[in-house]
Structures are given as structure tokens and as C-alpha cells.
């Protein structure tokens, strides 16, 4: 995971894309801690190797998940969060069976997905590492 600014090329020209995606299990249950969170860092990073997308920096709160990303032109914001959403819902529900006690599908169909720019993503990164720390959320991985 790095901050520094790497333009990318393609055929069809250079890029530098970073994308600030926010998503939320259904009905905000607070389902994303210990080795679950564990496991869903483990597969963004493997989604995001698939798709040769660089991960920036990456949060699993125990109710929701942010992550900074940069990905290739080709990829729209919608379709990076859905892939993620997608594969780990698949895989940690078969993997933690609980998951599928109480929700009928593990993510919230909506996210947020905003631009980040060269100038702001030094910015981006250090609210996303620092998330821990705010005062309405009492210990890492706790129960509030």
C-alpha cells in the first residue's frame, strides 16, 4: 500500500484514478470483526491483484468498510465496489456459515463511491488509517 502518485499507462493512454468506495453489511450489523474482518482483507486484496487494482489503504469497521482505491479507466466506480461486494460476500458467507443467519444477503445494495484527487489523496488515506480514532468508536474490532 503506497501514497505516492503513479501514473499508469494503457493503449489508450496514461491514467492516475483513485476511487474512496464506503460499504455497509445489510442493515448495518456490526458482522465485520475479528476473523471475518481478517478474511475480508485477505479477499479485497486478492480481488484487487485479479484486477490488477492498487490498493491505497483499506478499513473494516465492525459495521462498515472503506477503501481507497486506484484502478484503470476501464472501471467504473459502480463496478469495482460490486466486485468486491460481490466476491467476498460470496466467499465469506460460505466460508462463515452465522453470516447467513439474519441477513439475506451480506452487503447493503448501496455504496459510496467518490473521486479522489492527486492533491487530496495523501488526505483520503490518513481519514480512512485514522477511523480507529474517532471518538464515537471505542475499541478496534469492540462493540460500541
Known amino acids: 500500500m503506497t501514497d505516492t502518485r503513479t501514473v499508469r499507462r494503457y493503449s489508450g493512454g496514461v491514467y492516475d484514478l483513485g476511487y474512496h468506495v464506503v460499504w455497509c ?12 474482518a481478517e478474511r475480508l482483507r485477505e479477499l479485497i ?15 473494516i469497521m465492525p459495521d462498515h468498510v472503506h477503501l481507497f482505491a486506484k484502478a484503470d479507466p476501464k472501471s467504473s466506480p459502480s463496478h469495482i465496489a460490486n466486485q468486491f461486494k460481490g466476491f467476498t460476500s460470496r466467499v465469506r458467507r ?10 439475506p444477503t451480506l452487503w447493503s445494495s448501496s455504496f459510496l463511491a467518490a473521486t479522489v484527487g492527486n492533491v487530496s489523496a ?3 488515506k490518513r481519514y480512512i488509517d485514522t477511523q480507529w480514532e474517532r471518538p464515537w468508536v471505542k475499541t478496534k474490532g469492540g462493540k460500541k
Open 25 to 36: 453489511p445489510k442493515y448495518r450489523r456490526r458482522v465485520l470483526g475479528g476473523r471475518v
Open 94 to 103: 460460505s466460508e462463515f456459515p452465522h453470516l447467513k443467519t439474519g441477513l
Open 122 to 124: 495523501a488526505t483520503v
Open 45 to 59: 486484496k486478492q480481488k484487487a491483484a485479479e484486477k490488477n487494482w492498487e490498493i491505497i489503504a483499506c478499513e
